[in-house]
């Protein structure tokens, strides 16, 4: 079993940044690939941004150029710098890592862009 811990969502104002952590227990985390998702109220949950184990990153249209994923492995860690925020991108923000068929979902921290 895998936990996840996230930090880092709070309120902010809309065009401000913010950057999302999530730390793993795994000494594995390497050979994971991690994204983040997101869920608005009344949506379904959606991909965000996916870093595979090479590095190559993927991202929601809705988010490019404005959003990074990166990790460090050597902390067991996955990021998501937020920037150029919009009030469409409030949501509850989840860390996800996969390796093969197991996939472990962090608690969740949410983002809430208003004025």
């Known amino acids: 079993q895998v936990q996840l811990v996230e930090s880092g969502g709070g309120l902010v104002q809309p065009g401000g940044s913010l950057r999302l952590s999530c730390a793993a227990s795994t000494s594995l985390f390497s050979r994971y690939t991690v994204g983040w998702h997101r869920q608005a109220p009344g949506k379904q949950r959606e991909l965000v941004a996916a870093m595979f184990t090479g590095g190559i990153a993927h991202y929601a249209d809705s988010v490019k150029g404005r959003f990074t994923i990166s990790r460090d492995n050597a902390k067991k860690t996955v990021y998501l710098q937020m920037n150029s925020l919009k009030p469409e991108d409030t949501a509850v923000y989840y860390c996800?890592?996969?390796?093969?068929?197991?996939?472990?979902w962090g608690q969740g921290t949410q983002v809430t862009v208003s004025s």
């Open positions: 996800n890592v996969a390796l093969a068929a197991r996939s472990y």
